[in-house]
């Protein structure tokens, strides 16, 4: 297969994690050529939450990718409001400023550092791909020695791959609008949950231009709910927002062991079910993943054990804990005694913030204070 018209790397998607991993592919290896492949034309919108932690632009940062450009005409956000199932209240400030940065910019400009990095972007839908002895044939036409599977919830390259399906009780469904920020839609970002449909949740998250990114998910059980009842739910959560152009998506939420893919094809993001079970927070998870995927792509004699023990290095430890808080989560009383503690603590707080944006785990000190309320509160 090899030739001319071979790339050394195929990124499917051009997303956080696509992009990423093109990135890191050209700083793995200068050389390399590298295809970024989407069916979308950027700039164009996708249904997120808009949330960028500060864990997602440190490893942006790392891969030579101007942050501060990115994030440009947005206002960092200082405090988080978190409200349990049964409205017990934690807002305190956060160690470091998050972004809220509508994807239709984040996504866009971010493309433009891959192909300034030197990736090529080409509008394709792919389709199939077909792994031969040497490579990857994708729809029959395009050639490539590695190909990463950036492709997002509905990921076609991971069907193609062999890879397993999300598990069942690891998939959610969300709504996400845009809303003017009212008086009770402050300068700080709000998670409020809600025991019905337990585990559910609304957010309002500020941008810094007029607007807040607002939105309502809840995990799946059973038969999804229709548009009109997550709409009904939201208004319920959030009775004084109002946010037009509402839009669903999925989301394959990680477990434990996420299947990267194996041979020639590996997946990162979303495509991959790396979307953080506790909070819907995936971007960090898709900037890391595509990341690594993109510097054993390019830079590995085998990527594909080397780009899964990198992603276990990295997240192996937290994704396990991730996935008992979430079993664990299943009981919204948990939640009311955890929430309190970090009310009366920051580095509850701070804890809590490491799990649900970045790479973190609770230690034991944490753990201990948690069960002492729960101890307490239970007598």
Same mark, same amino acid.
């Given at each position: 297969?090899?030739?001319?018209?071979?790339?050394?790397?195929?990124?499917?998607?051009?997303?956080?994690?696509?992009? /990423?991993?093109?990135?890191?592919?050209?700083?793995?290896?200068?050389?390399?050529?590298?295809?970024?492949?989407?069916?979308?034309?950027?700039?164009?919108?996708?249904?997120?939450?808009?949330?960028?932690?500060?864990?997602?632009?440190? @490893?942006?940062?790392?891969?030579?990718?101007?942050?501060?450009?990115?994030? /440009?005409?947005?206002?960092?956000?200082?405090?988080?409001?978190?409200?349990?199932?049964?409205? @017990?209240?934690?807002?305190?400030?956060?160690?470091?400023?998050?972004?809220?940065?509508?994807?239709?910019?984040?996504?866009?400009?971010?493309?433009?550092? /891959?192909?300034?990095?030197?990736?090529?972007?080409?509008?394709?839908?792919?389709?199939?791909?077909?792994?031969?002895?040497?490579?990857?044939?994708?729809?029959?036409?395009?050639?490539?020695?590695?190909?990463?599977?950036?492709?997002?919830?509905?990921?076609?390259?991971?069907?193609?791959?062999?890879?397993?399906?999300?598990?069942?009780?690891?998939?959610?469904?969300?709504?996400?609008?845009?809303?003017?920020?009212?008086?009770?839609?402050?300068?700080?970002?709000?998670?409020?949950?809600?025991?019905?449909?337990?585990?559910?949740?609304?957010? @309002?998250?500020?941008?810094?231009?007029?607007?807040?990114?607002?939105?309502?998910?809840?995990?799946?059980?059973?038969?999804?709910?229709?548009?009109?009842?997550?709409?009904?739910?939201?208004?319920?959560?959030?009775?004084?927002?109002?946010?037009?152009?509402?839009?669903?998506?999925?989301?394959?939420?990680?477990?434990?062991?996420?299947?990267?893919?194996?041979?020639?094809?590996?997946?990162?993001?979303?495509?991959?079910?790396?979307?953080?079970?506790?909070?819907?927070?995936?971007?960090?998870?898709?900037?890391?993943?595509?990341?690594? /995927?993109?510097?054993?792509?390019?830079?590995?004699?085998?990527?594909?054990?080397?780009?899964?023990?990198?992603?276990?290095?990295?997240?192996?430890?937290?994704?396990?804990?991730?996935?008992?808080?979430?079993?664990?989560?299943?009981?919204?009383?948990?939640?009311?005694?955890?929430?309190?503690?970090?009310?009366?603590?920051?580095?509850?707080?701070?804890?809590?913030?490491?799990?649900?944006?970045?790479?973190?785990?609770?230690?034991?000190?944490?753990?201990?204070?948690?069960?002492?309320?729960?101890?307490?509160?239970?007598?």
């Amino acid at each position: 297969m090899a030739g001319d018209d071979t790339w050394d790397v195929a990124v499917v998607g051009a997303g956080p994690a696509g992009a /990423a991993a093109a990135i890191a592919a050209r700083r793995a290896r200068p050389t390399a050529r590298v295809l970024l492949l989407d069916a979308a034309q950027f700039p164009r919108d996708k249904v997120c939450g808009d949330g960028i932690a500060v864990h997602a632009l440190d @490893v942006l940062a790392g891969l030579g990718v101007d942050t501060a450009r990115l994030v /440009a005409g947005t206002t960092p956000i200082t405090r988080l409001r978190l409200r349990s199932p049964r409205g @017990v209240e934690a807002a305190r400030s956060l160690a470091r400023p998050v972004h809220v940065v509508p994807r239709v910019q984040f996504d866009h400009l971010l493309v433009q550092e /891959a192909t300034a990095a030197g990736a090529v972007l080409q509008h394709r839908r792919v389709r199939s791909a077909e792994e031969l002895v040497d490579g990857v044939l994708l729809d029959g036409a395009v050639r490539a020695r590695i190909v990463i599977g950036a492709d997002g919830a509905e990921s076609a390259l991971r069907r193609i791959s062999g890879a397993r399906p999300p598990r069942p009780g690891s998939v959610a469904l969300a709504l996400r609008g845009y809303a003017p920020v009212t008086e009770r839609t402050p300068g700080e970002q709000l998670l409020t949950m809600t025991k019905s449909h337990w585990p559910a949740y609304a957010w @309002v998250f500020p941008i810094g231009d007029g607007r807040a990114n607002v939105g309502y998910g809840e995990l799946l059980k059973g038969a999804p709910p229709s548009r009109a009842q997550l709409v009904q739910r939201l208004h319920e959560l959030l009775p004084d927002v109002r946010p037009q152009s509402l839009r669903g998506h999925r989301l394959p939420l990680s477990t434990g062991r996420p299947d990267v893919g194996l041979g020639r094809i590996l997946l990162a993001g979303d495509a991959a079910s790396l979307i953080n079970p506790l909070t819907g927070e995936g971007i960090f998870y898709a900037v890391l993943s595509g990341s690594l /995927a993109g510097a054993a792509a390019a830079g590995a004699l085998d990527p594909a054990r080397a780009y899964r023990r990198a992603l276990r290095a990295a997240l192996g430890a937290h994704l396990r804990q991730t996935d008992g808080l979430a079993w664990l989560g299943r009981w919204p009383s948990l939640l009311d005694v955890g929430i309190a503690v970090a009310r009366d603590s920051q580095s509850t707080f701070d804890a809590f913030v490491e799990v649900g944006l970045g790479a973190g785990r609770f230690d034991r000190g944490t753990v201990a204070l948690i069960v002492r309320r729960l101890l307490s509160s239970a007598s």
